[in-house]
Every structure is written in structure tokens, then in C-alpha cells.
């Protein structure tokens, strides 16, 4: 649940930083995290060795979380380094 | 044999899905607003603020928005060819010019704001265009 949380924050933050930055309202960006973000747990997932449906959850429990994050790296790499 | 393979082709997805994702995170800010600094790549009148440009109203002289705001950055002719002048008070590629007074090759490009005002032939602003370019 908790991971949930944190994903749906990561995303909405993303999504609004986009939005701020680009003028327009972008779905598209959150559309492409999210399919990174599947097709990354996808890869992820090969790493366990449980059944497909366990590894692709505890991959998705990983992955989801860190591709806004990686994301936010950046965009805030771009901000900053304008700024030295 | 085959689980090696796997994992090797999943390894280079990975790493190529966060290098994606990492440049995904930089396209917002190619021509967009800066979070921390939104006027970073605006080049500005020596006595313009935004907040003086907003004092400004349609039906003022141009002398009366001089005394408010200073002189423009550079005038030119008015939009869709009339005779009227367009007075402008922001300009684009603050940063383009800092890097070429600093010798450095490559330049980041955001967001800036417009600030233009349009007067006639009898020194009346018809016209006030502000707000945020993208280009």
C-alpha cells in the first residue's frame, strides 16, 4: 500500500512538473512513464526465481517507484545545471 | 544457457530504459519554463519589471508607459504590416548570450516572456501582448 502511495505521489509530481514546464496540459508524458515502467518490471522480473505472476509483482513493486524518480533526476539535472 | 541470455537481455533493457527515462525527464524544460528561476532565458529592458509591464493599459501614450517602465529593449514595426510600432520589452536568448560572452559552445534554450506593446501613429498603445513563448 504503501508503495502505491508513494508511486501515485512520484507520478503526480512528475506529471505536474511537465505541465509547469512545458505550458500544456501532457498525458503523453505520463503515458510513456507508465509503459517504461512496464516494460521495465517486465525485464525486472526475470531476476526472480518464483512464478511469473510473484516476480512480475515484486519487479512492479520496485520499478514503478523509481521510474518517476529517475525521471525527476532529469529534469532537475537540466534545472540546475543552467544555474551554476 | 538460456537464463543467462535472458538476464543479459534484461540488463541491457534496463539500463537503456533508464537512460530513456533520465532524457525524458529533460524534455519538458527543452523550451519550457525553468522551476526555479522562470525568467532565466528573458533578456529585459534596463528599467522593465513584470510587475510595472501589468501597470500598463490599453489607451495610455507611449510616454506615459516610458515614464513607467522605461525604454523598450528595441522597437519594431507593428504586427500584420500596419504603421504602427511595436515597442518591446523582453527578448528571447538571455542564456544563448551569456554563453557567447562567456566563449562557451552550446546553450540551453527555455521558456521566456513576451512583453510588447503596440502603438499607433498618434503614440496610443492599442495593444498589449505578454505572456510565455515557448520557442
Not at chain 1, 512513464?33 to 517486465?42: D, E, P
Not at chain 2, 501597470?55 to 504603421?83: R, S
Amino acid at each position: 500500500m504503501k508503495t502505491i502511495i508513494i508511486s501515485i505521489l512520484l507520478y503526480v509530481v512528475s506529471t505536474c512538473l511537465t505541465i509547469y514546464s512545458s505550458g500544456q496540459a501532457s498525458i503523453v508524458t505520463l503515458g510513456i512513464l507508465l509503459l517504461i515502467a512496464v516494460l521495465g518490471s517486465l525485464a525486472f522480473s526475470i531476476w526472480f526465481k518464483e512464478n511469473f505472476k510473484d516476480n512480475l509483482l515484486r519487479a512492479a513493486k520496485f520499478v514503478f517507484p523509481i521510474v518517476p524518480v529517475i525521471f525527476l533526476l532529469g529534469y532537475f539535472y537540466n534545472t540546475l545545471k543552467v544555474m551554476l | 544457457m538460456k537464463l543467462i541470455v535472458l538476464k543479459f537481455l534484461s540488463t541491457i533493457c534496463i539500463a537503456f530504459l533508464v537512460v530513456i527515462t533520465f532524457v525524458l525527464g529533460q524534455v519538458p524544460l527543452i523550451e519550457g519554463k525553468h522551476l526555479l528561476n522562470q525568467y532565466i532565458d528573458t533578456e529585459f529592458a534596463k528599467d522593465y519589471s513584470p510587475e510595472k509591464f501589468d501597470k500598463i493599459k490599453v489607451g495610455m501614450t507611449i510616454d506615459e508607459a516610458i515614464e513607467i517602465i522605461g525604454e523598450p529593449l528595441y522597437k519594431g514595426q507593428g504586427y500584420k504590416d500596419t504603421l504602427n510600432t511595436n515597442y518591446y520589452y523582453t527578448g528571447d536568448g538571455k542564456l544563448l548570450n551569456s554563453t557567447k560572452d562567456n566563449g562557451q559552445s552550446g546553450y540551453e534554450d527555455f521558456a521566456w516572456y513576451r512583453s510588447t506593446l503596440e502603438v499607433d501613429r498618434n503614440n496610443k498603445i492599442i495593444g498589449i501582448d505578454k505572456g510565455w513563448s515557448h520557442d
